[in-house]
Each structure stands twice: as structure tokens, then as C-alpha cells.
T-cell receptor, first 112, second 114 residues
Framework: DAEITQSPRHKITETGRQVTLACHQT?????MFWYRQDLGHGLRLIHY???????NKGEVSDGYSVSRSNTEDLPLTLESAASSQTSVYFC???????????FGSGTRLTVV | QQQVKQSPQSLIVQKGGISIINCAYE??????FPWYQQFPGKGPALLIA?????SEKKEGRFTISFNKSAKQFSLHIMDSQPGDSATYFC?????????????FGRGTSLIVHP
């Protein structure tokens, strides 16, 4: 069965370190997204991609970057982790731009 | 500016009761309204969605009601069960207008007591 997987599920890192969160989907979806979920804020879009070599900034992109070298993967990099980036991160994909999303199970990141 | 306002923040319902979650939007260009269900420790999952050409869509015990003139839509869960306990998010986007990224509500935590 097709799926979208995120790794790691949990990560603790130190302030200032570079961290990369992985997202891999086997749906062959062109559209992929990264969100962070924080209590009181709901889901906030970090970056998204509509295809290979395409990346776009979302509403909370500062301090994050993504790259899209193939259809299956959209890794999210925190260039220099900050305590404010402690959150649960969700990757999602969609079949087309007008469709609903399929979400991964999330990565809980703690920056100490 | 919050473009999709969801209420209530939390909801407690007895088993067998009706759960109602409301969302109001401001952008009249929105024309796709999905609802997502999220269980603890899991990612949100698409539950049901509606487009404004219909006023209601039903899938099993879940119904979306849509009021275009009032710019409101709501999720009704009939015969609520403890297994429905989850966080529910509404969303809105405008695919036909080229605005594909959905705006999410802030979520409603539903608890169904047995």
C-alpha cells in the first residue's frame, strides 16, 4: 500500500545544531507540504513543493529550508535549531492541488 | 488575520449524542472545504469535504452542512461514539481561483463520554 512516512518519530537536539527531518511518500504525489502543529496555533505551513526542483515558502518559513530532488522525498532542514522550533512537524502530500491532503504520523522535535 | 474561525475549541458529548463543530470564513473565493480528524499521536486524516455547489454532504454518521450566504460550514457527528474522540480541523481553499493552499481552523478537541 502507498504511504507517507516521517522519520525520526522523536528527536531531541541542542540549540544551534542543524537538524533534518525526513519525509518519504510512495503515492507518487507531485505536491508535498510541511506543517508545524503547536497548541493554540493549529497547523501552520512551513514550506511546500509542487514538483521536483520546486519549493515555496509558507507562513512560518524563517529558519527552515527544503529541497526537492525527486518526487518521493521532501526533507525539512532546521539550519540552526532554536527553542521556538520545538513542535510537532507533519509532512503531507496530495494528488493534485485541489485535493485533500494525506498526512504522515509526525515528528516530535524538542530543542533544548 | 484568521481567515477560518473554528468553534468551539473543545466539546464534550455523551455517547449517542450529536456533536456539532462550526467554522466561519471570510474569503468568498473559497470553494473547497475539507474536514480532518486527528487522533493523539497521529497525523490529521481527511474525513469529508464539500464544495459550494451543494448545501449538505453526508458520509455515514458524518455530515457537512454548508451555508454560502452566511459563509459558514459545520460538521455534524450523529450518534457520537467514544471512538470519535479526536481533534477535528476544518479548512478552506480556492482551487478554482488558483489559491490551492488551505487555511486551517485551529481545531476542536472532541471527547465523547461512554
Amino acid at each position: 500500500d502507498a504511504e507517507i512516512t516521517q522519520s525520526p518519530r522523536h528527536k531531541i537536539t541542542e540549540t544551534g545544531r542543524q537538524v533534518t527531518l525526513a519525509c518519504h511518500q510512495t503515492w507518487n504525489h507531485n505536491n508535498m507540504f510541511w506543517y508545524r502543529q503547536d497548541l493554540g496555533h493549529g497547523l501552520r505551513l512551513i514550506h511546500y513543493s509542487y514538483g521536483v526542483q520546486d519549493t515555496n515558502k509558507g507562513e512560518v518559513s524563517d529558519g527552515y529550508s527544503v529541497s526537492r530532488s525527486n518526487t518521493e522525498d521532501l526533507p525539512l532542514t532546521l539550519e540552526s535549531a532554536a527553542s521556538s522550533q520545538t513542535s510537532v512537524y507533519f509532512c503531507a502530500s496530495s494528488e493534485n492541488r485541489a485535493a485533500g491532503y494525506t498526512f504522515g504520523s509526525g515528528t516530535r522535535l524538542t530543542v533544548v | 488575520q484568521q481567515q477560518v474561525k473554528q468553534s468551539p475549541q473543545s466539546l464534550i458529548v455523551q455517547k449517542g449524542g450529536i456533536s456539532i463543530i462550526n467554522c466561519a470564513y471570510e474569503n468568498t473565493a473559497f470553494d473547497y472545504f475539507p474536514w480532518y480528524q486527528q487522533f493523539p499521536g497521529k497525523g490529521p486524516a481527511l474525513l469529508i469535504a464539500i464544495r459550494p455547489d451543494v448545501s449538505e454532504k453526508k458520509e455515514g454518521r458524518f455530515t457537512i452542512s454548508f451555508n454560502k450566504s452566511a459563509k459558514q460550514f459545520s460538521l455534524h457527528i450523529m450518534d457520537s461514539q467514544p471512538g470519535d474522540s479526536a481533534t477535528y480541523f476544518c479548512a478552506a481553499s480556492s482551487p478554482s481561483g488558483g489559491s490551492y493552499i488551505p487555511t486551517f481552523g485551529r481545531g476542536t478537541s472532541l471527547i465523547v463520554h461512554p
